[in-house]
């Protein structure tokens, strides 16, 4: 039972639950199932999906994550990113022919969620870390840019989509003529939504409506978009106007069903569903944390990965496509008042109840309406101010996000978020292999050492004194040694190195050997070489190897004692100097 | 000119070149020269390659390492373990039809110098500390046993080869009758070989030899065992008594041609030329740095990243195969007392001549020589003790070990190598994550602050202080997160939180805007949020962001300073007292 509960939340929570927090996740499912249901279609079309699987998304997978998740409101289903990542991962292998789009995503969707778990079983979930923010946010600027750009087709009629935003370009100025009536209700929806996404609780709030009903009504008006339209579009045959309609969707429930797999199909979206799993990862795990916090709760990233990952396999077995939390619809569960997982599988009730009762009343939907709720979804994502201010405090951080930034808008998501690992990997590579290092010197008339470069300190040519401030392992010994190689060559008179180790925490194998190297080769130099302010622990494993006995010179407890023995420094005491 | 004597190093030790110099530089060459000439035969042999491939991987790459490369004695050359590779890398592809043996080890030349001056260029010659040294040291033990094992048949007369353990033992157990003249011929002159390493210098300064000139004939000793056995089955007619024979060997220096490139082979072979090359570059720097502080010279390694690349592509332009510095060939050459890189080029020219005038004589050679010669020099390499070493020392560094020899001797030495990397990447990224950090306590009577699990200390049930001693960055901003999230969901009653960052020299913008959200998080848990004994140049950095407006709580100077406002400790002034 305790490893039950360890791997199964809800064993946790399930056991406290009460009429009042039922009451409470009810009300916030209905709310984020309001949100949901435009989002949904919207994403699908967005994905290249057919309109019923983005309803699908926020079904089986909602429940999945309730039995497994760590994050009490964490609200998953289909998001923008998500659904960019899925069309351009899905399109290739719809053009090869190794399965249609709706397969190739639900293959997709069950190979995240295996990575996913994977990693959760493994501990792997700081592999994310390896994100860094700047690529993150630049990345998800940059794909906020692109949909919307892809969207604008659709909102002036002469359809939409474009991985890139040259593709986005070319394909827009090579459209025929634009559709009068698309586009004005494109812009009406546009307009409409952002006042009401903007303006309109304010309003409803001024005239004496309650917070709670107030922020419902604001919530509700994607839904009053696609009822006022679909309104429209059938009193007026907006169809037979040219204008794009959603088409059939089938009324009823997602089958379940392993998708057809093939070892070519699995082998070309492996690449893509690793990057889906990090980036849907990286996203939950940021919205989960911050709301968790808010309640002084956890969430253990190594669970988020296996409820993640549940979610994911449910999403491939029901004719879904890639899921993860997402930002805005966890707030609005949070702040409706949702206490536990359950919310989640109340708010799959209600969308399953959508899917069986509202699907065939959107065969008459304008897909200008959805382009317009996505374009109003995203640009809440593109974060331009974050480039001055990532300028402003670092260029480097600024490098990264902007390299990554114009790949993605120059060659599509999968090669941004790729330059965007890279860089992060590169960095982290050259980031361990520099340790902060510096010569000391004496400060003059204490016993306190300090950088040459930046402080009026005493130095001596006989005895040089090198101060590391990380660990030594392996990825930094060629650092070192080449440090220790370019100041034994530079200083002609020198007789004795002292490595100051005050915040050494290990030597690993690889860096004992190191530092048996740099002896060794000082030695040959006619150099000899000490160690000064050692760690406890640290001495005790040195202890246990010959490097002690090799070593030419001495161990000092503090690196004065050091400079008195070897430097003969004035003001150290006859003590001192005696041992010698 | 400048700029050249930067790429070039031979426009500076060329211009203080003088008679002296050249005379111990023409003495090394010729040692060096001796050794070579059957290391070259046996390695190609190893690689698979024709045996005039190993004289001319000893011709042309030398010069080219001599005129860019930074060490003054490295000797590069054919190496077992490279030869190893490349046989393993070349023989897919010749099984694929796409190219035969000696166009494929060439371009894998061409590719990996290549590589290795794009990343002499780059400057990434760091990237080749992600190596550990268990998993290089790992490496190289199960190459040296998969290539003595390999050899075996060649010593029994029933043909060698393989390049895993299992298909060595298939290929030995399934062999057909052994051949006693070749085994005889075979352990004699490993016998031999081994006595003259072992033993024969000491026998002939004890018989009053000089120590240069017992060195020179102990060295020959290979050389000797050649001639000895050339001439032997030219009398006795061993290729008729059933012992496989080298066979002609063309006379002559090597074309210079490109050899013939496609894109299928070019990218065949890619992984394999990159692995080549970071493995070449990793022994080849060792070796050069230990000799170069012998003279308190300094070693670049960008600029020997360059001279190796230059040393490969050379050798992929005149018929050879992937070379890199030798460690043995090194060390005779330094201890013949080399001075600059000439003596490498006059090496070339010596082995040039064999090319010329001792290829025909070759012919008649038993393989069981080369194999005896290949067996005594990678007995050397294999380092059995160093497992019980690193065992003594650390689990997680053994388990590296024992993890890349177990997957070298199973798999080969591809899938060993590239086992190695990702476990030491792995561990790069997952040491990069987690950084080391302590609660902290007050010492009693002191103004210090210590680890509360390793020292006894006072706490404050409402103040929490927490150490970090590593600059915070993206790879350890989710570490920081979760531990500070993991603290203030256990303590009830905590009020404030205090992060001491007297180790933290830098702050990136993920670190700083994890700051921002732990903050916030912090403020919405009802816990206010410090820092304390923040760096100077960090200080002035904050500054810059908005980081430090939005703090809930405030950055003390101290840590005492902050236990004394925040915690009300015994022992603090009233002026603190008072400032609150």
């Given amino acids: 039972m305790r490893n039950l509960r360890r791997w199964m939340p809800i064993f946790d929570w399930g056991r406290s639950y009460t009429r009042a927090t039922l009451g409470a996740d009810l009300l916030a499912a209905l709310i984020v199932a309001i949100m949901l249901i435009p989002q949904g279609l919207a ?8 309109p019923e699987a983005g309803l699908y998304a926020s079904i089986l997978p909602l429940i999945a ?16 990113v998500i659904s960019l990542m899925t069309a351009s991962a899905v399109a290739p ?14 293959v997709l969707a069950l190979m995240s969620g295996a990575m996913l778990v994977a990693m959760g079983v493994l501990r792997l979930g700081f592999v994310a870390n390896f ?31 474009g991985s890139t935003l040259p593709a986005v370009v070319t394909r827009l100025s090579g459209a025929g003529p634009l559709n009068a009536v698309t586009m004005m209700i494109g812009l009406g929806v546009l307009v409409f939504l952002w006042l009401a996404r903007s303006r309109l609780k304010g309003w409803l709030m001024r005239a004496g409506a309650g917070g709670l009903m107030a922020g419902i009504i604001a919530r509700a008006a994607p839904v009053l978009a696609i009822f006022v339209t679909i309104g429209l579009s059938l009193t007026l045959d907006l169809g037979g106007k040219g204008v794009a309609l959603v088409g059939q969707v089938p009324a009823g429930l997602p089958g379940l069903a392993l998708p057809g ?56 077995l029901s004719g879904a496509y890639p899921v993860t939390g997402g930002f805005a619809r966890s707030v609005v569960n949070f702040d409706a008042g949702a206490q536990t997982p359950a919310a989640g ?18 065969a008459a939907l304008p897909q200008a309406v959805l382009a317009a709720t996505i374009i109003i979804a995203v640009l ?58 510096a010569v000391v010197g004496q400060v003059p008339g204490t016993e306190h050492y300090r950088n040459v470069t930046r402080h009026q300190v005493i130095t001596n040519p006989v005895v040089l004194s090198l101060r590391v401030d990380e660990s030594l392992w392996f990825a930094n010994t060629g650092f070192l040694e080449d440090r220790i190689e370019a100041l034994a060559a530079c200083s002609p008179g020198l007789k004795h190195i002292v490595l100051m180790c005050p915040a050494v925490n290990e030597i690993d194998i690889s860096a004992l050997e190191s ?21 406890g622990p640290v001495m005790d494993r040195l202890k246990c190897s010959d490097f002690l006995s090799e070593l030419s010179g001495e161990v000092f407890l503090s690196q004065h004692e050091a400079m008195c023995r070897l430097g003969q420094l004035p003001g150290c005491g006859p003590a001192a100097g005696d041992a010698l």
């Fill in 93 to 106: 292998v719809v053009a090869q022919g190794l399965a249609d789009a709706v397969t190739a995503a639900a």
């Fill in 261 to 316: 797999l093939s070892l070519a199909l699995v082998t070309a979206l492996a690449p893509a569903a690793f990057l889906i799993a990090v980036v849907g990862f990286v996203e939950s795990v940021s919205v989960a944390r911050t709301l968790a916090a808010k309640r002084r709760e956890r969430i253990g990233p190594d669970q988020e990965l296996i409820g993640l990952g549940a979610a994911n396999i449910a999403a491939g």
């Fill in 345 to 362: 599988a109340f708010t799959a009730l209600a969308i399953a109840l959508a899917a069986l009762f509202l699907a065939p009343m959107l």
């Fill in 43 to 50: 994403y699908a079309m967005l994905a290249g999906m057919p």
């Fill in 65 to 80: 994550y309730a039995l497994f998740g760590s994050s009490r409101v964490l609200a998953v289903g289909s998001v923008a």
């Fill in 515 to 535: 530092l048996g190297d740099i002896n060794r080769r000082l030695m040959d130099a006619g150099i000899r070489f000490h160690l000064s302010e050692v760690k």
């Fill in 380 to 437: 809440s994502l593109v974060d331009l101010p974050a480039l001055a201010r990532v300028w402003r405090y670092s260029r480097p951080d600024f490098a990264a996000m902007a390299a990554t930034i114009l790949v993605t808008l120059g060659f599509g998501v999968e090669a941004g978020i790729m330059a965007g690992v890279g860089l992060s990997i590169l960095l982290v590579l050259w980031r361990a292999s520099h340790p902060h290092s």
């Fill in 131 to 161: 994100l860094s923010h700047p690529v993150i946010s630049g990345f998800i600027t940059a794909s906020g840019l692109l949909i919307a750009a892809g969207q604008l087709g659709h909102i002036l009629g002469v359809g939409g989509g």
